[in-house]
C-alpha cells in the first residue's frame, strides 16, 4: 500500500483536481463540477480543495466549507485506480479535522442516493439525515433522490 499526501489545493493544482474529477465521476450522472464552479471555491476564505496524492500522480481531492458551527463537503473524488485503498477514508478525516479547526462540530454532505459511496461514509460515522425526492437528474434521464447525511462531533 502506498503512503498518500494530502495537501490544500491552490489555483495552481486546478488541472491535477479537473484529472481526478474526470477519471472519478461517470458523466451519465452530471455531478462532476466545472473549472469556473472549482476555481470559485478557490477564492472563498471559508472554502478549501485538498489534493490526494499517490507519488507524483493525483488520486484524490476534497471540497468542503465552514458556516459557523457546520461544514458541508461539496464533492469527494477518488481515482478509481485508487480506490479501495482509504484515499477516501484518509480525505474525510482530513475534512473533519480541517473543519474542526475552524470551529465546525456538525458535519454535512448530499449525495445521489444510489450512489455506492455510502458505505464509505458510514463507515465514517455518517448517517442519512434527510431525503430528496426526485432531487437529481442525470444525463442519463433517470431521476434520482438525494440523501443528506450528518456526522456530529457533540454527543447526542
Known amino acids: 500500500m502506498s503512503e498518500f499526501r494530502l495537501a490544500t489545493a491552490r489555483v495552481a493544482d486546478l488541472a491535477a483536481v479537473m484529472r481526478v474529477m474526470d477519471a472519478a465521476f461517470d458523466p451519465a450522472y452530471g455531478e462532476a463540477w466545472s473549472r469556473a464552479q472549482l476555481l470559485t471555491l478557490f477564492a472563498l476564505p471559508s472554502a478549501r480543495v485538498c489534493l490526494a496524492w499517490d507519488g507524483e500522480t493525483p488520486c484524490g ?8 458551527p457546520e461544514s458541508e463537503l461539496l464533492l469527494l ?8 485503498r482509504g484515499v477516501g477514508a484518509l480525505l474525510i478525516a482530513d475534512w473533519q479535522a480541517w473543519a474542526a479547526s475552524e470551529g ?14 455510502v458505505h464509505l461514509y458510514e463507515r465514517s460515522g455518517f448517517s442519512e439525515c434527510g431525503r430528496r425526492k426526485d432531487y437529481y437528474r442525470g444525463g ?12 456530529s462531533a457533540l454527543p447526542t
Do not use: C, K, Q, W
Not at 61 to 67: D, E, L, M, N
Not at 104 to 117: G, I, P, V
Not at 140 to 151: K, S
Open 140 to 151: 442519463d434521464g433517470v431521476i434520482r433522490d438525494a440523501i443528506t447525511m450528518r456526522h
Open 104 to 117: 465546525a462540530e456538525d458535519y454535512f454532505l448530499e449525495m445521489r442516493a444510489d450512489n455506492d459511496a
Open 61 to 68: 481531492f476534497s471540497a468542503a466549507r465552514v458556516a459557523g
Open 77 to 84: 473524488a477518488v481515482d478509481p485506480e485508487s480506490r479501495g
